[in-house]
């Protein structure tokens, strides 16, 4: 009995101190583990980059994308103001203001979002591929947007210049019942071919099909107008003139299926370029997101 109790007693303490060292150890792997995973993350990150080169390429993509929604306001008072300055025969002069002030607005905002993405193209926080993949994408997307407004701009010019200007007199001021409108309407006509044709330089390809379109409709009418000129027998000549008046009602209609045809292409073409930046913008603001709890699960901060 005594033996077996010395046995027991002298047993206990070699026990205990098992004990301790397996929690020793539990507690060492736990704590090596930890740095484990803190030196894999310091060790996965390139080179160069730290925490505030992602916060502040996040920063400037805010910016980015909060400078595209200054477009829209900026467009429409161009495109009033030039409009306008058109409508009211108000002159070259002031039609040049408009252009010289208002659209300079438009191509500054353009050239400081161009230069913005080259600055974040230079961001050390680049060197993770995937921040880089991402970033590219969505430079590649906004890029396309300030295309696309900057394009507008000349579309709207164009389109303005000509339908809204020389092509506006043939059925504003162009008296009907006067002996000399098929004269007057084949000058207007010349007048307002011309500048359809000159509209076409630097136009995208929905606005060359509207103004294609447009074109077609007035060679069309202003043919029908000359030959009540050729017309040398006055019943020929009645005939021909009667002939261009009946045309002349199929014309609102066919402006009006021109321009539908023009504000579905051009809608349909802004909604995907705009549909595509908005997903290249979630997507990198998620990646950015994701690196930076990398960093703080580095740092210890996540915990």
Known sequence: MGDKSLEETASAPGRGSSKRTAIIAVLLVAALVAVGIGTWFALSRPAGTDRADVLRLDKHR?????????????????????????????????????????RERIVRESAANRDRLEQMSESPALKDQKVAESFNRFKDQYTAVIAYNDQLLINT?????????????????????????????????????????????GADAETTTLLTEVESVIRGQRDKQQEVLNSKDPLERLAKSTVAAVALLDINEAFGKAQ????????????????????SNTELEGVLKKSLEQFDAASGEGK
């Open 157 to 201: 010019a164009n389109i303005y210049r000509s339908v809204g200007g020389p092509c506006a007199a043939l059925h504003s001021s162009l008296n009907v019942a006067s002996e000399s409108y098929s004269e007057d309407y084949v000058k207007s006509a010349d007048e307002c071919l011309a500048a359809l044709g000159t509209a076409k330089d």
């Open 62 to 102: 805010v910016i980015v994308d909060n400078s595209m929604n200054l477009y829209d306001p900026l467009v429409q008072q161009f495109s009033g103001r030039y409009s306008n300055a058109i409508s009211e025969k108000a002159g070259q002069p002031e039609e040049e203001k408009v252009l010289s002030l208002d």
């Open 260 to 279: 539908a045809t023009y504000e579905t292409a051009s809608k349909d073409k802004y909604t995907k370029i705009i549909e595509n930046a908005n997903s």
